[in-house]
């Protein structure tokens, strides 16, 4: 099954409250994907020279601030950094292409969980509800929030095969359902230069909208072309720094609900994760129909 | 009138009650407070009983019904009404998909939309929407009626066998060997009733009817590729 929930402020005064609001709506989804959860949250950004890494490793006890001094010295620039249990956040002030080329020569062993100006994932093998707690989600601010509680059907129960995935600056996608084209799908993306971490057919479905946005395309158009180049069944949420997207497959199978009121854009899986959400009782709700793309913008 | 508040009971207790009903009718009127879009409200009830759902309701709400009347105050979830028997389920708001999924009588009222397959290899049953209906509804609909007052998407009626379908807005495609049919004095007749039964105040004149060519009922090679 799995199941996807995602939250987009409109009114900038709830951005302290993003987490507080957002934790019962991921707990909510753990009969739908009790295996893994996490979660993609987008606010507290970096200027426009710099980057924002998240960085993973499997040692909790792991020694972040070596890597720290490391890329200081080799990057002759400021690194700032924060750790939240196995995850740290790097703020590095150089461009996306260096620190990362930088962070996977110093320390291959470093999982690169995302990159961007605003992006940071966190995402763990465990319920939801632990996983909230170990991150401390319900303390955390930002605009807006992805999540995915995940029932694994097309690769291992692994904290990589957990979503969400990014494969591109401050993308990232979540998924609810299966890809049948995610192979072929997947080599024709490497020769592109899309890279993949997992066998992951949701990775995929990541790194395709990475390289259609390289080519060109808006978020609007790479989700159009993702619907005639991704065969199998999906409802999708995808955020960028500024946006929020969700998309099902012609055939819809994928259940989705959408909310939304003058404060924000809420999607679920299903309306029992809305409920929490203040005004829910007066918001215009209503099923997403099928290859039909919503997308929500903010102006920059 | 009898009300449940799903906040402080499980949904267990609520289905619990409402079958207890069965045995010995004594509170003939219910209320479900708090619903909160949970799955499976009401089901199999087998008894004369209102039933009033005061907001969301989640998958599989009133399947199973029998005799019954439902109110769904909001939206519903998936396979809403699915195999009913018989009374009558209304839901104010949208169905989700496969709304009255292989049901063998009584009326399924929708007065917002409903979602793809809706009546699905309905076996009876009658549908009403007032709204538009999905892609591949009525898909292998087999006896009963499905009104649509606004527009029906994708492939209404494949491989339909006996439901009569009524539109009253456009439909995207049709689906393999359904097609469009003469209206004639009794279909109008039907369709009044139907509507007149929903609470549906539009006129029967304007709608058109489509019915299976019955060209797929027995195996030709020459209808391979439709089947």
Request: with cysteine; glycine share 10%.
């Amino acid at each position: 099954m799995c199941g996807i929930v995602g939250l987009y402020l409109k009114n900038k005064a709830l951005e302290s409250q993003l987490g507080e609001l957002f934790t019962p709506m991921l707990i909510a989804m753990t009969d739908r994907g009790p295996d893994s959860a996490g979660f993609a949250i987008y606010g507290d950004e970096v200027a426009e020279d710099a980057t924002k890494l998240t960085l993973r490793h499997s040692d909790e006890s792991y020694d972040w601030d070596q890597l720290a001094i490391a890329l200081q010295d080799s990057l002759g620039c400021g690194v700032e950094w924060f750790k939240n249990s196995k995850v740290a956040v790097f703020k590095v002030q150089t461009d996306a292409d260096q620190a990362l080329a930088m962070v996977r020569s110093v320390a291959p062993d470093v999982l690169v969980l995302s990159a961007g100006q605003s992006i940071e994932i966190l995402k763990e093998v465990g319920l939801p509800e632990n996983i909230a707690g170990t991150f401390n989600l319900s303390g955390m601010k930002g605009s807006h929030i992805i999540g995915h509680t995940r029932m694994a059907t097309e690769s291992a129960v692994t904290m990589e095969g957990s979503h969400p995935f990014s494969t591109g600056m401050d993308l990232c996608l979540v998924h609810n359902g299966s890809l049948s084209n995610h192979n072929r799908l997947r080599e024709e993306l490497k020769r592109a230069g899309v890279e993949f971490q997992t066998e992951n057919d949701s990775e995929v479905a990541a790194g395709y909208l990475t390289w259609r946005l390289q080519e060109g395309d808006t978020l609007n158009q790479a989700l159009e072309n993702a619907l005639k180049d991704l065969d199998g069944f999906f409802t999708f949420t995808i955020g960028t720094r500024d946006g929020f997207a969700v998309v099902r497959d012609p055939i819809a199978c994928k259940p989705a609900v959408l909310a939304e009121t003058d404060d924000y854009v809420a999607m679920a899986s299903e309306y029992q994760a809305l409920t929490t959400l203040p005004g829910i009782e007066n918001a215009r709700v209503w099923e997403p129909e099928p290859a039909t793309i919503y997308v929500w913008e903010r102006d920059q | 009138m009898k009300s449940i508040n799903l906040a402080e009971k499980t949904v267990r207790d609520l289905n619990q009650a409402l079958h207890e009903q069965a045995v010995e009718c004594t509170e003939r009127e219910w209320e479900v407070l708090e619903p909160k879009g949970q799955h499976n409200l009401a089901c199999g009830l087998d008894q004369n009983l209102s039933v009033d759902i005061k907001g969301h309701a989640g998958y599989f709400c009133a399947g199973m019904n029998k005799k019954a009347h439902v109110t769904v105050h909001g939206n519903a979830g998936q396979g809403v009404a699915e195999n009913m028997m018989s009374g009558t389920v209304r839901v104010k708001g949208d169905a989700s998909q496969a709304a009255g999924a292989t049901a063998h009588g009584g009326l399924l009222v929708i007065e917002g939309n409903a979602g793809a397959r809706c009546g699905i290899s309905m076996k009876g049953v009658d549908i009403v929407v007032k709204g538009n209906v999905g892609h591949m509804s009525c898909f292998m609909g087999q006896a009963g009626s499905l009104v649509v007052c606004g527009d029906a998407g994708d492939a209404l009626g494949d491989s339909l066998y006996e439901v009569h379908i009524y539109v009253k807005g456009s439909v995207k495609s049709l689906g393999a060997d359904c097609v469009e049919k003469e209206m004639r004095d009794e279909h109008i007749e039907e369709l009044t009733a139907l509507l007149n039964r929903a609470g549906v105040d539009e006129d029967p004149a304007q709608f058109k009817r489509y019915g299976s060519a019955r060209g797929l009922y027995n195996f030709k090679v020459d209808n391979a590729s439709a089947y």
